[in-house]
C-alpha cells in the first residue's frame, strides 16, 4: 500500500483535500479525504512549535502551506542545530522494511527525495546491501522487507552468497560473513546530507513566512497551562520570555521528556558512529561503494562525503542508556571495537585506520520502533510529534503532511494506531523497549560512571 498524499488545492479556508494511493501489485486505488480543520485550529490560530528538528521543521513548512499564518519555532539554536538528531553529515534512505506500512511510507519518501528539486542538493543514490547470518538476528527482518518488496514488485536482487556480494561489488574485498550468508541488494536506496536537508526545511519554512526563536530565548524550560487548567497557554524560556500561543506541538526530540511526561514510551539510547578521513584518490576509489548493512550486528557504512572527504559508518544497535540526556561524545571501547570488525568483513584494508572522529549520537525510541504523532493526554492543546527510533529521517519529504493529518485526527487508521501516544508501559521499566526487529549486536546496557565522564568531555579525536 503507497500513500501519496497531495494536498490539490484548498477548497475554503476550513477544508483540504488530502489524496491516497493504495497500491498492491494488483491494483491502484485512490482515496479523497475531505479534511476539515478543527475548530480549534483555524488558519490564525498562533501555532508554537518546539524544536527545530524534521518533526518541527517538516510540520511548520506543512501548516504553513496549508494557509496557516502565525507559526513560531523555537530551538536552542539555529538550525541545523548541532546536537540534532536530525543533524549530520548523512542519514540512509531506504524503504527496505520488514513493516508494510513503513515500506509504503519510506518507498513514497525515496520517490520524492529522488525527484524532488527540493532535495536535489542533499540526495544521492546508492545501491543498499542487506545482510545478515541465517538464523541470527535480523534475518526474519531481511527476509520479511524481501517479501514486502516482492509483493509490490518492487525490484530487488538476491544474492547467493558472500561470492556473490563481492561480485555484484567488488569493492567490498572483505570476507563478508561466514556462512550461511544471506542478503539481496536494491538499487532503489541512497543517502541524504542530513544538515544540508535542515538547512533546506529552514529556509522553505522562512520563505513561507514561518517565524523562528533561537538561542536561549527559544530554549524552553516549562510550558504554562491555564490557571492549572489542561489548556497550555504559553512556553516559557531560558532567556526569560514567555512565548504564548494556541496550539503547542512538541517536537524537542530526545529531550522531549524533559518537558512533559512521556509515560515511560521513549528512551534514549546512544549509538555509535566512526569516520575517517579519505584522500582524494581513496576518494574516487570508494565513490560508488554501496551501503553495507549486516542486520546481525547492525553494522552499516555510507559512500564518502564530498564536502568533508569522511567515510561514514555507524552501528544500528541497541545502543546505551543513559539517565539523564547529554551530548554526543565519545565512543565506547566496545562500540569501536564493532565498528572496526564490521570495516574487517567489508573494507579490511581501512580496519586498523586511525578514525578522524567517533561519536555517540541518540535515538528517541519508543517500545516498538514506532514513532508518536499524536496528542499528548495531559493536554488539550499539546501535540507530539517524534520519538524518530532510529529511522525518521527517511520519511522528511512526507513527514509534515502526516503530521498535519494526525493533528486533524485524520490519519489513516493502521497509522494512527501505530503513533498513538501510549500511556500503557507507564511503570513497567526498559524492558518494554523491544524494538521493530532491525536492531544487530549485543544487547542494550547503560553506561558506567566512567564511560559517562568520558561522554561528556566530548567528541574523541583520532582514535
Ligand atoms: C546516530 C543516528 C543515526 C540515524 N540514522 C538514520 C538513518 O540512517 N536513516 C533514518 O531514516 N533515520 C536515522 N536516524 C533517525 C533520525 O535522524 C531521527 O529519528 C530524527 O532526526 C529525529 O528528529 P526529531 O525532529 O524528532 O529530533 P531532533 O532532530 O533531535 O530535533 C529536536 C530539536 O529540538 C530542539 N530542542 C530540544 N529541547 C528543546 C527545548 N527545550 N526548547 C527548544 N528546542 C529544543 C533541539 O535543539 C533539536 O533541534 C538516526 C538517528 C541518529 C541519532
Ligand atoms: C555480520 O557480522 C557478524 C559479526 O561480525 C559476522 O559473524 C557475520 O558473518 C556478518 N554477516 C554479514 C552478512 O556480513
Ligand atoms: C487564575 O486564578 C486566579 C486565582 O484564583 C484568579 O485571580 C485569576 O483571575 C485567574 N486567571 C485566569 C486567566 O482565569
Known amino acids: 500500500m503507497t500513500h501519496r498524499d497531495k494536498r490539490i488545492r484548498a477548497l475554503s479556508p476550513v477544508y483540504f483535500v488530502h489524496v491516497y494511493e493504495t497500491r498492491t501489485n494488483q491494483s491502484l486505488q485512490k482515496h479523497y479525504l475531505m479534511v ?4 480549534s485550529m483555524d488558519t490564525h490560530t498562533k501555532v508554537v512549535i518546539i524544536g527545530a528538528g524534521i518533526f ?5 513548512y506543512q501548516l504553513a502551506l496549508e494557509g496557516y499564518k502565525n507559526i513560531v519555532v523555537l530551538d536552542r539554536h539555529v538550525p541545523p542545530t548541532p546536537d540534532a538528531s536530525s543533524n549530520d553529515i548523512s542519514r540512509v534512505i531506504r524503504f527496505d522494511y520488514a513493516d508494510g506500512d513503513y515500506l509504503d511510507l519510506a518507498h513514497e519518501a525515496y520517490l520524492e527525495w529522488s525527484s524532488s528539486p527540493r532535495f536535489k542538493d542533499c540526495f544521492s543514490r546508492a545501491p543498499i546491501v542487506v545482510a545478515g547470518t541465517s538464523g541470527a538476528n535480523g534475518a526474519l527482518y531481511l527476509q520479511a522487507a524481501a517479501a514486502q518488496l516482492t509483493k509490490r514488485s518492487l525490484p530487488w536482487t538476491k544474492l547467493r552468497d558472500a561470492n556473490a556480494a563481492r561480485k555484484a561489488f567488488p569493492s567490498l574485498k572483505g570476507p563478508l560473513a561466514k556462512t550461511p550468508f544471506i542478503g539481496y541488494f536494491n538499487e532503489n536506496c541512497g543517502w541524504a ?30 510550558l504554562d497551562t491555564d490557571n492549572g487548567s489542561r489548556n497550555i497557554i504559553a512556553a516559557r524560556t531560558l532567556a526569560g520570555d514567555v512565548v504564548q500561543g494556541n496550539f503547542f506541538i512538541l517536537a524537542a526530540g530526545a529531550w522531549s521528556s524533559s518537558l512533559v511526561s512521556m509515560y515511560n514510551s521513549v528512551l534514549a539510547t546512544g549509538q555509535v558512529l566512526g569516520y575517517m578521513r579519505l584522500t582524494d584518490a581513496e576518494m574516487q576509489a570508494y565513490r560508488n561503494i554501496p551501503i553495507y548493512l549486516n542486520l546481525s550486528t547492525g553494522w552499516f557504512n555510507f559512500p564518502p562525503h564530498d564536502d568533508t572527504k569522511l567515510l561514514k559508518f555507524a ?43 567517533t561519536a555517540v549520537c541518540w535515538y528517541s525510541d519508543t517500545p516498538s520502533g514506532d514513532f508518536i504523532m499524536d496528542y499528548h493526554p495531559d493536554y488539550t492543546n499539546l501535540f507530539v510529534g517524534g520519538a524518530g527510533s532510529g529511522h525518521a529521517f527517511k520519511f522528511t519529504p512526507v513527514l509534515g503532511k502526516y503530521m498535519s493529518l494526525a493533528i486533524k485526527k485524520k490519519l489513516p487508521p493502521a497509522m494512527r494506531d501505530k503513533w498513538r501516544f501510549r500511556t500503557e508501559h507507564l511503570g513497567k ?23 559517562r565522564a568520558e561522554l561528556e568531555r566530548g567528541p574523541r579525536v583520532k582514535l
Open 36 to 39: 476539515k480543520q478543527s475548530s
Open 315 to 357: 552501528i544500528h544497535g541497541w545502543g546505551y542508556t543513559r539517565s539523564t540526556d547529554i551530548p554526543r561524545g565519545g565512543v565506547q571501547a566496545d562500540g569501536e571495537t564493532r565498528l572496526r570488525d564490521g570495516l574487517r568483513e567489508t573494507y579490511p584494508e581501512l580496519a586498523d585506520r586511525p578514525f578522524e572522529r
Open 193 to 222: 546530507d542530513a544538515s544540508k536537508t535542515l538547512v533546506q526545511l529552514r529556509d522553505d519554512c522562512l520563505s513561507l513566512g514561518v517565524s523562528f526563536i533561537c538561542g536561549p530565548a527559544g530554549m524552553v524550560t516549562s
Open 429 to 451: 521499566g526498559i524492558d518494554v523497549f523491544k524494538g521493530d526487529g532491525s536492531r544487530g549486536g549485543p544487547a542494550r546496557r547503560e553506561l558506567c560512571q566512567d564511560e
Open 56 to 60: 518541527g521543521l517538516t510540520t511548520a
